[in-house]
């Protein structure tokens, strides 16, 4: 009887060790879990964190990069006035002359547009409305042309 009651304690005690080593595990590990989890999670935040840094750095980039291609595209303007002798009559055109340079290399071939010229008028206003490649417009001075607008 005695060996027997001894038995059953040993054995009602390493069962009891057995399950509270078991819990014992189980909480180690659900924090252990709780580690990797926070981890990752930071990880994550710090990835989506790089690539809007990433993103944002291409982007003021690319923006600066325009713009300085923009400071150097300038127009070169030329205009005068042309008479046609035909008989008795005497008509006077305005000629205006424009081409667009990036530095020092033209990007086109001189654009050519005439407009009578009438008594009177101012030949310099005129020839700033006739433009064709308003600089004031392309380099973004006024602020709703559809040039502007087409470039951002």
């Not at 595990?25 to 990433?54: F, N």
């Not at 004031?136 to 042309?145: E, Q, S």
Request: aromatic share 8%; glycine share 2%.
């Amino acid at each position: 009887m005695f060996i027997s009651w001894s038995l059953l304690c040993v054995a009602c005690t390493a069962g009891l060790v057995y399950f509270v080593m078991l819990s014992h595990m189980e909480v180690r590990l659900a924090r252990q879990r709780e580690e990797v989890a926070g981890a990752k999670a930071s990880l994550e935040a710090k990835k989506e964190l790089l690539e809007e840094t990433m993103k944002n750095a291409e982007d003021s980039t690319r923006r600066k990069a325009m713009d300085e291609f923009l400071a150097d595209i300038r127009v070169e303007e030329r205009h005068y006035t042309r008479e046609h002798k035909v008989l008795f009559m005497h008509r006077k055109m305005l000629v205006r002359q424009e081409r667009i340079f990036f530095r020092n290399i033209p990007l086109s071939s001189w654009v050519e547009h005439e407009m009578p010229l009438e008594e009177g008028v101012d030949a310099d206003k005129l020839a700033e409305t006739m433009s064709v490649f308003t600089s004031a417009a392309l380099f973004g001075d006024v602020p709703h042309t559809p040039v502007r607008r087409l470039l951002r």
